[in-house]
């Protein structure tokens, strides 16, 4: 039985690493450094920093990870870049580090771990949740195109192999209208 529960002070930051470095690695055979590829335990607390994290577990150990958090200050790097307009926009939610053990795919896990992202955004009050993927990577944007998620523009972040799109997904009464990144301030 798999179980979703926020991520606590007291899970293992090199056991989440190490969940995200087998989760991406496929990814990383077709050619995409994602940072979840091989970022250091310093750079998963970092990218945690400020975010709601949650895990899921079976028998006590993690199968998947998912993070959420509110917008950026604008100065603030992500990662090594500012972020784009619409992750410093009031009310957007951003998603990331989504992932699932390989062994564990095909079960769910991804679904059940953004339904409860998406719920947190929701519970605090955010119009509209959004996240970035690799442009070439179909089967991840249709995952999410699935889920509501549309694509509203793109990003070329520092040191990557590919163009990324921005994404969107409108969350309650609030976020009915999806801005598009150029009518962003």
């Not at 050619?31 to 590829?37: D, Y």
């Not at 959420?68 to 090594?80: F, L, M, N, Q, T």
């Amino acid at each position: 039985m798999v179980t979703i529960r926020p991520l606590s002070s007291n899970d293992c930051m090199q056991t989440l690493t190490t969940l995200l470095h087998l989760s991406y690695a496929s990814l990383a055979a077709q050619g995409w450094n994602f940072t979840a590829v091989d970022q250091s335990v310093d750079v998963t607390r970092e990218r945690l920093a400020g975010a709601h994290g949650f895990v899921a577990e079976r028998d006590g150990r993690f199968v998947g990870t998912v993070a959420v958090r509110g917008p950026k200050p604008a100065g603030e790097a992500y990662i090594a870049d500012p972020p784009p307009p619409l992750y410093t926009t009031a009310g957007t939610a951003i998603l990331s580090q989504l992932a699932v053990h390989p062994d564990c795919r095909g079960q769910g896990i991804a679904e059940r771990l953004m339904d409860a992202a998406e719920a947190w955004a929701c519970e605090q009050g955010f119009a509209r949740l959004a996240l970035d993927t690799a442009e070439p990577a179909v089967a991840l944007r249709r995952r999410y195109e699935r889920r509501g998620y549309a694509t509203v523009g793109g990003v070329q972040w520092q040191g990557k192999t590919y163009g990324s799109v921005l994404m969107c997904k409108p969350l309650g009464e609030a976020g009915r209208t999806i801005p598009h990144v150029s009518t962003l301030p």
